[in-house]
């Protein structure tokens, strides 16, 4: 099995909330470890650059005032196979569909406010790290 990195958004409602530590509890005990994390707001021109891929769908406004409407927690995941087994973790994007014991299932508040993200693939972990850390943020 391959050591990924993933990237993880803990979303405004659940920093709203202080689930910071419950959903980080939940990270942990699936073996992945947390080799960065920093709290932070987003500006608005962070939040379309990073959801850019979204701009032409009708949700993209709301979904930019959504992330910068509170301050998240952006993390790198490591381990093996980490893109998929945080995917796991966090359960299905509705949270009706999740998994019990899934961050989404336990702590989501709706679809839109679902408490997380997660990368959907190598490539964009990649690309989701490197516009949120510098290497020498990321302690493995």
Known sequence: MAIERTFSIIKPDATRRNLTGAINAKIEASGLRIVA?????????EAEAFYGVHKARPFFNDLVGF?????????????????????????????????????????????????????????NAGIEIGQNFKPAEIVG
């Open 37 to 45: 994390q920093k709290r932070v707001k987003w500006s608005k021109a």
């Open 67 to 123: 992330m910068i409407s509170g301050p998240i927690v952006v993390q790198v995941l490591e381990g093996e196979n980490a893109v998929a087994k945080y995917r796991d973790v966090m359960g299905a994007t509705n949270p009706a569909n999740a998994a019990p014991g899934t961050i989404r299932k336990d702590f989501a508040e709706s679809i839109e406010a679902n408490s997380v993200h997660g990368s959907d693939s190598l490539e």
